[in-house]
């Protein structure tokens, strides 16, 4: 194979080929074009039978929607349904529009006959349902109401009847045996409108599927001939360039580095590709972290605490706000560097305070919040043990910087409305332990 690599020129071979591949592939296309409309016929048939049978369903839901919401307004008395019955007749219109697509096919005169049927039946039927509405008005003395109930009269004998029996006259005029003979006579018509489609179509796929078997004869003839011209092409170009080519592909794909394999050209590419695919990678971990967490500290930016408090689930989660006590004068004291060492044992503090779950945020200069997640409301009595750790741990001077202590406002996410209200109420709880001398903590609510 290294041999071959390197004493056989690719150029000449390809240019031997190509006088042939050019003839071959004029047939080919001229063969597979003809296959193509044929296929685009049998797809289209397939396609209109799905349209057609479609439209002629269509009708029969909205029948049967208009059933069911006139049948709901007569039981329950709810305007609800009567809105939604006109929206359907008035609005939405799904019975003519199926109609109007099945008329758009002119070959399909016999089941557009059946479908306009169909929709005569349901027109008529309307007749009967806009009765029994207009009893049901009666009855529950419905102000507003559609316009086209407004001229239906009641018979003497229906509007002498007392509110309850003419509710009873209602149900039953959209129950009785008379109102789904009705409905039988419909979805007969729709029926014989979907036999008629199925016949339609049938016929159309039978001419497209025989017009495109005589073109895939054609078709195969030209795959053969190509195959045969073709295979050493394939064979080289696979063995040189192909197969590495395509391990590259699903290694790119795997978002991970690409086995130098392969030709000599190839494998150059390789090397410069994994070169740039490290620098990018490192150059992707530095900036999501610098993106979300603060450079002092290694704990989540604001812009961490904003992507959390909208992620996480608040309703298992404890928010807790630290305010670092008297932090000014730590750093008028001390000078700025000791400041910002304070910072970070903080943050040191509370990482080692909390589970490797939880999250430690810097949302100001000196202010702190943490997310214990995965917390019931029933955790007090352990929040009570980490916060006098904490800020024991905060006055231990062992370390060489000034003892200082933080004030803390809590609130489980349960107690929030919404992010925002959950902020303000933990401030409140925060500017509670503030006012009790800091160096506390407080739940919100408590």
């Not at 039978?206 to 394939?234: H, K, P, T, Y």
């Not at 903080?346 to 589970?355: A, E, M, N, T």
């Not at 004030?407 to 401030?427: M, N, P, R, T, Y």
Request: overall charge negative.
């Amino acid at each position: 194979m290294n041999k071959l690599t390197q004493g056989v020129s690719l150029r000449k071979i390809h240019n031997g080929l190509i006088v042939i591949a050019i003839i071959l592939t004029c047939f080919l296309i001229f063969s597979t074009y003809r296959l193509a409309s044929s296929f685009m016929r049998v797809k289209d048939a397939a396609e209109e039978n799905i349209k057609l049978e479609t439209a002629v369903h269509e009708l029969m839901e909205a029948s049967d929607y208009l059933t069911e919401m006139v049948q709901r307004f007569t039981i329950y008395g709810d305007s609800r349904f009567m809105n939604q019955y006109f929206m359907e007749a008035v609005a939405s219109k799904r019975r003519e529009k199926a109609l109007a697509e099945l008329e758009t096919d002119p070959d399909a005169t016999e089941a557009v006959e059946r479908l306009r049927a169909a929709l005569d039946h349901s027109v008529r039927l309307m007749d009967r349902e806009y009765y029994a509405m207009r009893l049901v008005i009666e009855a529950k003395n419905i102000k507003e109401y559609p316009v086209q109930l407004k001229n239906i009269k009641l018979s003497n004998e229906d509007a002498a009847r007392s509110p309850e029996e003419k509710m009873h006259r209602a149900t039953e005029m959209v129950l009785d045996e008379g109102y789904y003979e009705q409905k039988y006579k419909i979805r007969s018509e729709v029926q014989n409108s979907v036999k008629a489609v199925e016949k339609l179509t049938q016929r159309k796929e039978s001419e497209s599927l025989n017009s495109f078997e005589a073109e895939m004869m054609l078709g195969r003839a030209g795959i053969v001939l190509n195959i045969l011209a073709i295979c050493f092409v394939v064979w080289l170009t696979s063995s040189l360039g192909l197969n590495p080519i395509v391990k590259a592909v699903d290694q790119i794909k795997a978002d991970s580095p690409i086995q130098e394999t392969g030709a000599e050209e190839f494998q150059y590419l390789a090397r410069a590709y994994n070169n740039l695919y490290a620098v990018y990678k490192k150059s992707i971990e530095n900036l999501n972290f610098k993106a979300s967490h603060d450079e002092l500290t290694g704990a989540y930016n604001r812009a961490g605490f904003d992507l959390l408090v909208t992620s996480i689930d608040l309703d298992s989660t404890y928010l807790m706000i630290f305010d670092v006590d008297d932090f000014k004068s730590i750093n008028d004291n001390h000078g700025h560097d000791t400041g910002d060492k304070a910072l970070q044992k903080l943050v040191k503090v509370l990482k080692s305070s909390y589970r490797s779950d939880d999250y430690v945020c810097r949302i100001g200069g000196d202010e702190f919040a943490v997310f214990m997640v995965h917390s019931n409301a029933v955790d007090r009595k352990l929040i009570d043990t980490k916060m006098a750790q904490i800020n024991r741990e905060l006055e231990n001077a062992e370390d060489g910087l000034p003892p200082f202590s933080v004030s803390v406002g809590i609130i489980h996410g349960s107690q929030a409305q919404s992010v925002e209200d959950l902020l303000q109420k933990c401030d409140k709880a925060l500017y509670a332990s503030k006012q009790r001398g800091k160096h506390t903590h407080t739940f919100y609510g408590a």
